[in-house]
């Protein structure tokens, strides 16, 4: 238990659904993260969030959509998701503008687009 | 910007040889130097850290020194188990380039038969 938690586990989707994962930390961190990571590849940076910024990856695909209500919660809302996009996405958190701490990580959400 | 390079795996080992992943970083300044272990169907946990020159980290028996001189930080461990068996990321944040984002290397499988 890394103090990240997200939901669901396991997802699978048609591409014409909308869903939404759902991240959470009560760790007092004030980033978030979503990573994608996909069989044979690195971990991509999607999106970040902290108190200063929020940082895009400019090759993300405009059908995933972040959303952080507050520094405990972080969203990423999916629609007409593509079966490439399978793939397990890993939210994480971490001290922000105290870059010598390290990220926490969930256990990831394993995401199946049929 | 700043990056990471780790050897490409997969390294496949017998129970109880040495382990050595190597692990060599450009960025500005003194960042924070990680690695990450993650296990199947798991997200990333913080195996150890350094963060400043000639720091060693260590924990379950795996080590790593901050070398600043040849920008390293290799990951050694003296007697593998099988259950040691997983992916191993190196990363760092908090360079003087000013990014708290970690940025990874592209993972070392390590796969241990008894």
């Known amino acids: 238990e890394t103090g990240v938690t997200q939901t669901p586990r396991h997802l699978v989707m048609g591409m014409t659904n909308k869903k939404s994962l759902k991240c959470e930390q009560h760790?007092?961190?004030?980033?978030m993260y979503w990573y994608k990571q996909s069989a044979k590849k690195p971990l991509e940076l999607m999106f970040v969030?902290?108190?200063?910024?929020?940082?895009e990856n400019n090759s993300v695909p405009s059908r995933f959509s972040p959303e952080c209500p507050n520094s405990s919660h972080l969203f990423l809302h999916l629609h007409t998701l593509q079966p490439e996009d399978s793939a397990l996405y890993l939210c994480?958190?971490?001290?922000?503008?105290?870059?010598?701490?390290?990220?926490?990580f969930g256990q990831g959400t394993r995401l199946t687009v049929v | 910007g700043d990056s990471v390079t780790q050897m490409e795996g997969p390294v496949t080992l017998s129970e109880e040889a040495f382990l050595t992943i190597n692990c060599t970083y450009t960025a500005t300044g003194y960042p924070s130097l990680f690695w990450y272990v993650q296990y199947p169907g798991e997200g990333l946990q913080l195996l150890l850290k350094?963060?400043?020159?000639?720091d060693k980290g260590s924990n379950k028996g795996f080590e790593a020194t901050y070398r600043k001189e040849t920008t390293s930080f290799h990951l050694e461990k003296g007697s593998v188990q099988v259950s040691d068996s997983a992916v191993y990321f190196c990363?760092?944040?908090?360079?003087?380039?000013?990014?708290?984002?970690?940025?990874f290397g592209r993972g070392t499988s390590l796969i241990v038969h008894p």
């Open positions: 994480a958190s971490s001290y922000g503008r105290r870059g010598n701490t390290e990220a926490f």
């Open positions: 350094a963060t400043k020159a000639d």
């Open positions: 760790l007092g961190h004030n980033a």
């Open positions: 969030y902290s108190l200063e910024e929020r940082v």
């Open positions: 990363a760092l944040s908090g360079s003087s380039g000013g990014s708290y984002i970690p940025t």
